[in-house]
């Protein structure tokens, strides 16, 4: 059973930090592109953050220099550490395995994560 479940959501002030952990399961993240995406009321889904194999990294504008992706193949974790956040940064977060194929990748619950002014 390929599974992707997240956590670390929370209702945090501006400027404020929060990290997030995805947990994967079955035979994804070994050899899965991993990314985060977000969605907020209103508004498309998002990219925010793409990890290519376990260096290449790459940001939306909106978030670089505050967000930073990582992942732990020990522990089959990806990660979404963010910093600075601001009100425009609430959305619920997916962490998402293989999300460059033509189907659209293994897609988890997601986790809210609210910021208030």
């Known amino acids: 059973q390929v599974q992707l479940v997240e956590s670390g959501g929370d209702l945090v002030q501006v400027g404020g930090s929060l990290r997030l952990s995805c947990l994967a399961s079955?035979?994804?993240?070994?050899?899965?592109?991993m990314a985060w995406y977000r969605q907020s009321l209103g508004k498309e889904r998002e990219l925010v953050a793409a990890?290519?194999?376990?260096?290449?990294?790459s940001y939306a504008d909106a978030v670089k220099g505050r967000f930073t992706i990582s992942r732990d193949f020990a522990k089959k974790a990806l990660y979404l550490q963010m910093a600075s956040l601001k009100p425009e940064d609430t959305a619920r977060y997916f962490c998402?395995?293989?999300?460059?194929?033509?189907?659209?990748?293994?897609w988890g619950q997601g986790t809210q994560v609210t910021v208030s002014s």
């Open positions: 998402v395995a293989d999300f460059l194929t033509s189907w659209g990748g293994f």
């Open positions: 079955g035979r994804l993240f070994e050899h899965s592109d």
């Open positions: 990890l290519y194999g376990d260096v290449d990294t």
